[in-house]
């Protein structure tokens, strides 16, 4: 069984009753998206911010290299939901809240919804065994449309 089957089963056994999963559907994606932000937010040392970039484009570099690691149509997909998310903060960005305001509010947001779905599921968080997990819940949030569109990851 290949890395990715492995891993998206045994998150999967924690995502079982419908209520939580359509919570994770919406809630993961969006505390990847307030990572992101969160670490957008981290002042750049000049030389670095003269290029245009910053850390959480740094970051992404590596995570988007696991993603790819355990599948190339997965990578492909996180790739674009990092794309999406970059687009939203610049937007953000051009508005009169600070970003890393707009991602600690989604982040906790999102957390709390996560643990209700768990406690709705009756089982602790995938994270708290493994903390890969906390990339594999996206991963597997687009797996599971990937399935849907019957395109094999």
Same mark, same amino acid.
């Given at each position: 069984?290949?890395?990715i089957e492995r891993l998206f089963n045994e998150y999967s056994e924690s995502h079982m009753n419908p209520t939580n999963k359509m919570i994770h559907n919406l809630a993961v994606?969006?505390?990847y998206f307030s990572v992101i932000g969160l670490v957008w937010s981290i002042p750049v040392p000049g030389f670095i911010e003269q290029y245009g970039i910053n850390f959480a484009h740094i970051l992404a %570099?590596?995570?988007?290299y696991y993603y790819f690691l355990l599948s190339g149509p997965i990578g492909?997909?996180?790739t674009l939901l990092t794309?999406?998310?970059f687009l939203i903060i610049e937007q953000v960005a051009q508005s009169t809240v600070p970003v890393w305001q707009v991602s600690v509010g989604v982040f906790v947001i999102m957390w709390i919804l996560q643990f209700i779905g768990h406690a709705i599921e009756g089982k602790r968080p995938s994270f708290f065994t493994d903390l890969r997990f906390l990339? %594999?819940?996206p991963?597997?949030?687009w797996g599971c449309w990937l399935k849907r569109l019957?395109?094999?990851y």
């Open positions: 069984m290949r890395d994606p969006a505390i %570099i590596p995570v988007l492909a997909a996180m794309i999406a998310c990339l %594999i819940g991963a597997w949030v019957n395109i094999s």
